[in-house]
């Protein structure tokens, strides 16, 4: 009996023994964690340094976000977070990049010298991840999120100049998603629904490329509707803007088809 007492309680140790070791070796395969003896900050910043250089962006953002734990007042600490939402970004690692510069922001929201840059990496961390038009454009609005805090809170910013080029391949972005969503609608003969993307498009979007079209497609829809007049309001700011374009023709053969002269009586 006693005997038989022994053995349960052996197998019953072994097992506590085992669960922990178990769980852990479960983290481990997953998310491996680099472990950090505590050193000098400068020492810390030659290790993190060393990494990246051998593109080991992992371990090297790691290192350098160690710096602001161990020696959170030391100089190294603020640009080791700098570092770590850098390298994290260029491993496109964009969710840890953008929690770096978060926590950044919300930490040294004063710091005039850094931010501009963090918010420059922020806009990049979403820039790079916008899809097709015929996908969610999340990232793409995200990003001119970013870019307009930029620009508004730091007029003078030397990133400002490629920001303002990026914005208009976003804005492109965000106005061909409006403009599928309009013909859509349009397919679907639902014309109000489409003519307040194509608004959105014109009013929101006017410097992009989908803009003549998106006129055009107002200008079918107003006509879809019976509503000549703001048809050929359409047409007219076409005719002003665009007038070597397809789509003005297209949409001032529209008007002629539907039987008015150029005096704008009906025929």
């Known amino acids: ?54 593109k080991n962006y992992t371990q090297a ?3 350098f976000e160690e710096i602001d734990k161990q020696h959170p007042y030391s100089k190294l600490a603020k640009q080791g977070q700098v570092m770590s939402a850098y390298t994290y970004y260029i491993s496109s690692d964009y969710n840890n990049s953008l929690y770096a510069i978060d926590r950044f922001i919300a930490l040294y929201p004063a710091d005039k010298k850094t931010i501009p840059y963090m918010l420059y990496l922020k806009g990049l961390c979403y820039y790079e991840q ?60 639902r014309h109000l629904a489409a003519i307040q993307r194509f608004h959105v498009v014109v009013k929101d979007y006017n410097t992009t490329a989908q803009t003549p079209e998106a006129l055009y497609r107002l200008t079918e829809s107003y006509l879809s509707l019976g509503i000549l007049e703001e048809a050929k309001k359409t047409t007219s700011l076409l005719s002003y803007n665009y007038k070597k374009s397809n789509w003005y023709k297209l949409s001032y053969e529209l008007i002629k088809k539907y039987g008015y002269k150029k005096n704008g009586k009906k025929s």
């Not at 395969?29 to 400068?42: D, F, Q, R, W």
């Not at 910013?157 to 599928?180: F, G, H, R, W």
């Open 130 to 189: 916008i899809n097709d038009v015929n996908l969610d454009q999340e990232p793409s609005r995200n990003a001119r999120n970013a870019y307009e805090e930029l620009i508004k809170k730091y007029p003078n910013s030397k990133y400002n100049k490629d920001v303002k080029k990026k914005m208009l391949l976003v804005d492109d972005q965000l106005a061909a998603q409006e403009m599928n969503i309009g013909r859509f609608y349009q397919k679907k003969n």
């Open 61 to 63: 953002a790691s290192t």
């Open 1 to 54: 009996m006693n005997k038989h007492k022994i053995i349960i309680s052996l197998f019953v140790f072994l097992v506590i023994l085992l669960l922990p070791n178990c769980a852990i070796k479960k983290r481990v395969e997953a998310t491996p964690m680099p472990t950090h003896i505590e050193k000098p900050p400068e020492l810390l910043w030659q290790d993190a340094t060393r990494f990246l250089r051998n």
